[in-house]
């Protein structure tokens, strides 16, 4: 009973119903925190559900997909839980002010392919900058977000994760050095998907990199590099990414 006066207060304080707070709680403490540090969670994931105007069921969901996926976010790690949860909360509400999408655009956004992203290299920033500048030309976050998770995967020679989603693997190589002079050739040789010899750079990296220089390609290549990184049915969506890439930075450092 004590417990209950106590959360019944703290709902009115944050103008929330009790049973929200509670629910956030529960889906806390399902991730392993006890009931101090799922309480604190569930105050800051009612903040947000304030602040971004959003449902508790996706405020709660949102954010610990996106901090379960980042487990380190600008100076914060691992250590420090409640602080990077508020900076997800933070970095979708600032960026959902000034950009051509939502909080809620957002939040679906990272939903959705934080995790293959965050595989693919790329960290919370450089995921809500791709987001963000495939929504100003696309406006639709779930389909933008599906051709992100979908490019991470394919540029990386994923060809049993895409099957599994049921995605389209025609064309996909598992041999990730084969992809490599695939994009390269498509680029007019200007673009090499590797930072070194061992490592494939960021989603968020290649997209600029590509981008750079997508003007100057030919029809021919441009369809073709498009079916190669995206299929055909997102090509839309990955076509809007790279005439959008000029965003990019400066949607990251607005996030940072």
């Given at each position: 009973?004590?417990?209950?006066?106590?959360?019944?207060?703290?709902?009115?304080?944050?103008?929330?119903?009790?049973?929200?707070?509670?629910?956030?709680?529960?889906?806390?403490?399902?991730?392993?925190?006890?009931?101090?540090?799922?309480?604190?969670?569930?105050?800051?994931?009612?903040?947000?559900?304030?602040?971004?105007?959003?449902?508790?069921?996706?405020?709660?969901?949102?954010?610990?997909?996106?901090?379960?996926?980042?487990?380190?976010?600008?100076?914060?790690?691992?250590?420090?839980?409640?602080?990077?949860?508020?900076?997800?909360?933070?970095?979708?509400?600032?960026?959902?002010?000034?950009?051509?999408?939502?909080?809620?655009?957002?939040?679906?956004?990272?939903?959705?392919?934080?995790?293959?992203?965050?595989?693919?290299?790329?960290?919370?920033?450089?995921?809500?900058?791709?987001?963000?500048?495939?929504?100003?030309?696309?406006?639709?976050?779930?389909?933008?977000?599906?051709?992100?998770?979908?490019?991470?995967?394919?540029?990386?020679?994923?060809?049993?994760?895409?099957?599994?989603?049921?995605?389209?693997?025609?064309?996909?190589?598992?041999?990730?050095?084969?992809?490599?002079?695939?994009?390269?050739?498509?680029?007019?040789?200007?673009?090499?998907i590797f930072e070194d010899e061992d490592t494939l750079k960021s989603t968020y990296?290649?997209?600029?990199?590509?981008?750079?220089?997508?003007?100057?390609?030919?029809?021919?290549?441009?369809?073709?590099?498009?079916?190669?990184?995206?299929?055909?049915?997102?090509?839309?969506?990955?076509?809007a990414l790279l005439l959008n890439y000029e965003e990019l930075e400066k949607i990251k450092n607005d996030?940072?």
């Amino acid at each position: 009973s004590g417990l209950l006066t106590k959360w019944n207060r703290l709902a009115q304080n944050l103008a929330v119903t009790t049973e929200s707070l509670i629910s956030s709680m529960e889906a806390w403490s399902k991730i392993g925190f006890d009931l101090d540090m799922s309480e604190q969670l569930a105050q800051v994931t009612a903040i947000f559900e304030k602040t971004a105007e959003i449902s508790n069921e996706k405020a709660t969901s949102t954010l610990i997909s996106a901090a379960q996926a980042f487990t380190e976010i600008d100076d914060l790690g691992v250590d420090d839980y409640v602080e990077r949860v508020e900076a997800v909360g933070n970095k979708i509400n600032a960026i959902g002010n000034k950009y051509a999408i939502d909080s809620e655009g957002i939040a679906d956004g990272l939903q959705n392919a934080s995790a293959a992203l965050k595989v693919a290299g790329n960290d919370l920033n450089e995921t809500i900058s791709l987001i963000t500048a495939t929504n100003k030309i696309y406006q639709s976050p779930e389909e933008g977000a599906n051709m992100l998770k979908v490019a991470s995967m394919r540029l990386r020679g994923q060809v049993d994760a895409l099957q599994e989603m049921g995605e389209d693997a025609e064309g996909v190589s598992a041999d990730i050095t084969k992809i490599q002079q695939q994009i390269y050739e498509l680029t007019g040789n200007k673009v090499n998907i590797f930072e070194d010899e061992d490592t494939l750079k960021s989603t968020y990296r290649i997209i600029i990199e590509i981008g750079e220089v997508f003007d100057s390609l030919n029809d021919r290549q441009q369809a073709d590099l498009l079916e190669k990184m995206f299929v055909k049915q997102r090509s839309g969506a990955g076509s809007a990414l790279l005439l959008n890439y000029e965003e990019l930075e400066k949607i990251k450092n607005d996030s940072m």
